[in-house]
């Protein structure tokens, strides 16, 4: 179920992906350069304040509230931009619904879920089990950003630079859901390799979470383009200029098809 989203503007439309953690504000930076399109964003369940059941969030469970919130707008086919686990979703949602996609922009993602990709993963379920929520994001800081953006906003590092981003941050149990979930993924690959759609892959040339080979297999298996930037997870936050008019350029040709 999904209870906070925005649709503003006109044109053909775009719906903005979250990551796992994020808020629909977290795309603002992309907004001025997605004009002339209807761009639909919001908070996946558990992203919010509101407390979740006892399951485990996982990417099926997202795309089948993608879907039944793209039914109560009236959208029937639209491009999705997903970045990280919203990454992870819009893969699923293609793959159960490749008539709703006109295109896939794939940022920071992956196919699948492998050893060291688990192993970063519980160690934030760790930590958080550990230490709540701060000491989650404490361990999951240098993860998620590139080295550029922390060495030029050290300020994230300050309790008051914590704070304001915890305060961004769904509730800890929230959190635990969301993870688990995201720890069910299967692998995507055979059947991206029978989806029939144009795709952009972006990776970040500074992302330590999801680095580059996961970029690769994923743009192999669906036949994609691979764009590599100087960027962390978080590349839309760090550089959302250079994000925005990557994905602009995109969405323009796919449109004018």
Request: with cysteine; aromatic share 6%.
């Amino acid at each position: 179920m999904v209870d906070r989203y925005r649709l503003e503007g006109a044109g053909p439309p775009v719906v903005l992906l979250n990551g796992l953690f994020q808020r629909l504000e977290a795309w603002e930076g992309l907004l001025p350069h997605l004009q002339g399109f209807q761009v639909l964003r919001y908070d996946m369940r558990g992203q919010g304040p509101s407390p979740v059941g006892e399951e485990a969030l996982t990417p099926g469970w997202h795309a089948r509230d993608l879907e039944a919130l793209l039914d109560r707008l009236g959208l029937d086919r639209v491009h999705l931009v997903g970045l990280s686990n919203g990454g992870v979703v819009a893969q699923v949602f293609a793959l159960e619904r490749p008539e709703r996609v006109r295109s896939l922009v794939l940022l920071c993602t992956t196919p699948h879920l492998d050893t060291a990709l688990r192993a970063k993963v519980e160690a934030w379920l760790h930590a958080l089990e550990a230490g709540g929520p701060l000491l989650r994001l404490r361990v999951a800081l240098a993860w998620t950003f590139g080295r550029g953006f922390l060495n030029r906003n050290p300020g994230l590092l300050s309790e008051e630079g914590l704070r304001a981003l915890l305060a961004q941050a769904p509730p800890g149990e929230n959190q635990r859901r969301l993870l688990q979930g995201f720890l069910t993924l299967e692998d995507l690959r055979p059947r991206l390799r029978r989806l029939s759609l144009r795709t952009l892959v972006v990776a970040g040339e500074e992302d330590l979470l999801f680095p580059l080979p996961y970029a690769r297999e994923l743009a192999e298996a669906l036949g994609a383009e691979l764009a590599l930037l100087p960027l962390g997870h978080a590349a839309p936050v760090e550089d959302p200029d250079r994000v925005g008019q990557l994905v602009r350029g995109f969405l323009e040709v796919r449109d004018a098809v």
